[in-house]
């Protein structure tokens, strides 16, 4: 009777032997940033060496009304949308913490991103994006010069971009993976496959009732990315590269329009049809704008051809996906050909292979 409790004591006692503490390691030492330069003691910080063929002069477009897209622009719930329901299986890709930084001043912004020595030349040279999400446009992003301001505002849309896509393609490989299986044996996908492709469907505006390879297929058509190119040209066009009202006091920096409801943050503007979509920061808008395309129905188009370039065996790409957005703009071929434009004179093509460091 006393056998079991005497095995148990014995356990006990060899593994509080051996027993060795581990050494404490403070994670703020590996994950902190350097501290932004304050432009107090130094006005005029010099911005970083951001050589690249930018053209000043580019207008901005005015918002543009979408009445045809009647709930083209509603705001999904997409907080934490990537940790809801565990993924089945081990994760396929590891996705990378973005820090979040929230600068005041267009000074303090660039002094942030030269402390990271982080620029866009270095970018198109391969070096990997510092995994930064900035949280809102500076107020005084528009008192900068043309080349300036275009500059900032895409070092500073890139890494958000990215962050958004590599949410997007863990989701994507983990659905390749449990399609491929599904095609092997459709009996290899259990409770928990079921229940996270479930939610999946879910968030990309999909139901699945009896999974089958075609609803796969068609799923996995609309968890892919947006190439970055695309992401920034529209962005910038939308915003006047950070400087329209709406950009600075809402976030709304792709020109979603609201069709109707209510806003999900306190803006200044009343809400309504037409009426600009504000966010609580800019991850959240790149959120919605990718969202957007990857789920509405006037852009199946845009999903059809980027889902046949991943069948050739290409990447995404932005300056050709972006001629299956006829419909964004009320402007159709004519907003299509500015697009490119500012997609040509700025090169951002260059930045679609671009990675967050450390991925």
């Not at 958004?164 to 092997?184: G, I, K, M, Y």
């Not at 509405?296 to 999903?303: E, G, Q």
């Amino acid at each position: 009777m006393y056998a079991f409790p005497a095995a148990w004591v014995a356990v006990l006692l060899g593994g509080v032997g051996f027993h060795q503490p581990v050494a404490t390691i403070d994670p703020a030492s590996l994950l902190s940033f350097k501290p932004a330069a304050r432009p107090a003691a130094q006005p005029a910080i010099a911005l970083p060496d951001f050589t690249s063929p930018l053209n000043p002069e580019t207008q901005a477009l005015i918002f543009v009304r979408q009445d045809e897209l009647t709930d083209a622009f509603n705001v999904r719930d997409l907080t934490g949308g990537h940790g809801r329901f565990a993924a089945p299986g081990n994760a396929v890709r590891r996705q990378v913490q973005s820090r979040a930084i929230n600068p005041h001043t267009a000074v303090e912004l660039a002094g942030f991103f030269h402390d990271q020595s982080y620029t866009l030349t270095d970018v198109r040279q391969g070096v990997a994006v510092p995994a930064i999400k900035v949280e809102r446009v500076p107020d005084d992003l528009g008192t900068m010069d043309g080349v300036e301001r275009k500059l900032l505002f895409i070092a500073a849309l890139l890494p958000v971009i990215l962050d958004v896509n590599q949410h997007v393609l863990s989701d994507r490989e983990q659905l390749v993976d449990l399609r491929d299986r599904f095609v092997a044996d459709p009996e290899s996908l259990g409770i928990i496959d079921r229940a996270w492709l479930s939610q999946l469907a879910d968030r990309y505006d999909m139901q699945i009732d009896q999974v089958d390879k075609a609803q796969l297929e068609q799923l996995l058509g609309r968890v892919d990315i947006v190439p970055p190119s695309m992401a920034i040209a529209q962005s910038g066009i939308e915003s006047g590269w950070g400087t329209s009202f709406a950009a600075r006091t809402g976030n709304a920096l792709f020109g979603q329009i609201q069709a109707a409801g209510q806003h999900s943050v306190a803006v200044s503007w009343k809400p309504g049809a037409g009426m600009p979509q504000p966010f609580a920061n800019v991850g959240e808008a790149a959120e919605a704008y990718v969202s957007n395309l990857n789920t509405h129905p006037a852009y199946s188009a845009f999903r059809s051809e980027r889902a046949a370039m991943r069948g050739r065996g290409e990447m995404p790409d932005g300056y050709k996906l972006i001629g299956q957005l006829l419909q964004y703009s009320e402007r159709g071929l004519g907003y299509v050909q500015f697009v490119r434009q500012v997609m040509r004179e700025d090169k951002l093509t260059d930045f679609d292979s671009a990675q967050l460091s450390g991925f």
